[in-house]
C-alpha cells in the first residue's frame, strides 16, 4: 500500500458519529462525515483512478443491512468525479471481528479473505473504508489488488486511531 489518508484521527466528536452511523444505522450521520471527509481528503482525487469500498462478507452486511464504506465510496465518487467499483473487492471469508485482536493477529485472521474480481491492471486505487486501527484490513485488501495488478492503492478512511 503506498499510503494511506484519514480525515481526522478517532476520538470525540467524530467517534460517536462514526459508531452511530456503522453500528445504528445512522445514514445521516454517515452521509455528513462522508461529505466533510470528501472535502477534507479532495487533494488525493487527482492521483487515483477510481474508487474501490472496503467489502463486507456478506453475513456482515445482511446484519448491518448495508455497507458503510460503500457509501462513503459513493460520497467521495460524487465529490471527485471518479469512478466506483463496488463489486471489484470481495470479502470470501468471514473472518472474526477485529476489534480485540492485536496487528499479527488481524493479519492471520483476515489471510485469504479478500479476492479480487474484474480488471484492475495499472489503476491507480482508493480503498475506502471508514476507520483505519493497526491497518491489517487495508494491508491485506491493498495486497490483493495489488497482487491482481493495481498500480497503486491508497488506503481513504474517515479516521485513523491514534
Known amino acids: ?11 470525540f466528536p467524530v467517534s460517536p458519529l462514526i459508531q452511530r452511523f456503522k453500528y445504528e444505522g445512522d445514514l445521516g450521520a454517515g452521509h455528513a462525515l462522508a461529505s466533510l471527509a ?10 487515483l483512478d477510481l474508487l474501490v469500498p472496503m467489502p463486507l462478507h456478506w ?5 448491518r443491512g448495508f455497507n ?24 470470501c471469508r468471514a473472518s ?16 485469504g479473505s479478500f479476492l ?13 473504508d471508514d476507520v483505519i486501527t493497526t491497518g491489517a484490513t487495508m494491508e491485506t485488501a491493498a495486497n490483493a489488488l495489488l497482487a ?5 492503492v491508497v488506503a481513504l478512511a474517515l479516521a485513523r486511531t491514534p
Open 38 to 47: 470528501a472535502e477534507s481528503l479532495a487533494g488525493m482525487a487527482e492521483s
Open 1 to 11: 500500500m503506498a499510503a494511506s489518508r484519514c480525515a481526522w484521527l478517532y476520538g
Open 148 to 152: 491482481a495488478g493495481a498500480s497503486r
Open 59 to 63: 453475513r456482515r452486511f445482511w446484519q
Open 116 to 128: 479480487v474480481r474484474g480488471d484492475v491492471a495499472g489503476q491507480r486505487i482508493g480503498l475506502v
Open 68 to 91: 458503510q464504506a460503500q457509501l462513503l465510496a459513493e460520497t467521495f465518487s460524487r465529490a471527485w468525479q471518479l469512478p466506483t467499483l463496488p463489486r471489484t473487492l470481495r470479502k
Open 96 to 111: 472474526d471481528r477485529q476489534q480485540s485482536l492485536q496487528r499479527r493477529q488481524r493479519l492471520r485472521n483476515l489471510s
